[in-house]
């Protein structure tokens, strides 16, 4: 899922290329993908573009009159741009918007239609489709603790909770628990002031270097190659491969179609964490450090 650094991205590049342009035409060919009735989709069109705009992990279009169109990708949604309209639209795109100055096509990869598309009318509007997580970047020492603590949940649930934090999801979240070196099942409530200091500052760290390399892999185009994993990252998406820091293995856990990605050495004290499908079928037999699952896999 398109996170704070990818979503932030797109914004300027669609900034760039739509602001002070007309909306001329939607073209919605998934029944699905359309989550509002009032006002309708066709209110939009004909309306010029005054903002766009993050709102956590979705990117909102405002238009002429406090209109509001917008999407969350969610998962597998893609945008793309082309400066002209395309002669026949290819079957993938779940939505296609013509502004004078060219076309943003809205592309979902899977048979899953998870992507969303709001028609808001204001700033209430708009907030409504907020789920209120704070902006960590933004956020005082103060305020990101007391957010951080107002629950009893793993570091890995309370960051990606957009309830309590906007725009950080599981790929980032993983980085970010690297870099402060702290467990993706610590509890909130038992860190400490320094260890949450830490982490708030891991989080501008992460979210800020990887917003600026993006931008900088862009280089004033638009965004195309948006995943979830990228080279460089130091633990998500590299199950099995060595720690750029301390060379042990990465490990995971894994729990429906999500993955959390640690480096034992680094984050666990050594300690694997139990995968909820693997412990559960090798129960007493499951290893518990990185030496007996090397031992393990020696048998």
Not at 143 to 160: D, E, W
Not at 169 to 182: C, M, P
Request: with cysteine; charged share 25%.
């Amino acid at each position: 899922m398109p996170e704070l650094p990818d979503v932030e991205v797109y914004v300027e590049a669609l900034r760039e290329r739509v602001a002070g342009h007309r909306l001329e035409r939607i073209l919605v060919r998934n029944p699905f993908l359309l989550r509002s009735t009032a006002p309708p989709l066709e209110a939009a069109e004909g309306r010029e573009v005054r903002e766009v705009r993050r709102v956590g992990k979705r990117i909102a279009i405002g238009l002429d009159g406090e209109l509001w169109l917008v999407l969350h990708l969610m998962i597998a949604g893609r945008l793309h741009w082309r400066n002209a309209a395309p002669k026949t639209v290819p079957k993938n795109v779940l939505a296609l918007f013509q502004f004078s100055s060219g076309v943003l096509t809205l592309t979902e990869a899977g048979s899953e239609r998870r992507a969303a598309l709001h028609v808001a009318v204001g700033e209430e509007g708009l907030a409504a489709l907020d789920a209120g997580g704070i902006d960590a970047i933004g956020a005082s020492e103060a305020a990101f603790a007391a957010t951080l603590r107002s629950a009893n949940h793993t570091l890995k649930r309370a960051l990606t909770d957009p309830h309590l934090f906007s725009g950080i999801g599981n790929a980032y979240s993983d980085e970010i628990l690297h870099r402060v070196r702290l467990s993706p099942v610590a509890l909130t409530l038992k860190l400490s002031d320094a260890e949450a200091r830490r982490l708030h500052q891991a989080i501008r760290d992460v979210l800020t270097e990887w917003t600026n390399r993006l931008r900088i892999e862009a280089a004033g185009g638009f965004p195309e190659k948006v995943t979830a994993f990228r080279e460089g990252m130091a633990v998500h998406g590299r199950y099995g491969q060595p720690c750029p820091d301390c060379g042990a293995k990465i490990q995971r856990i894994r729990y429906r179609a999500n993955e959390t990605n640690y480096c034992p050495q680094c984050q666990t004290g050594g300690r694997l964490l139990a995968d909820r499908a693997l412990s559960r079928l090798l129960r007493e037999d499951w290893p518990r450090t990185i030496e007996e699952l090397e031992a393990l896999k020696r048998r």
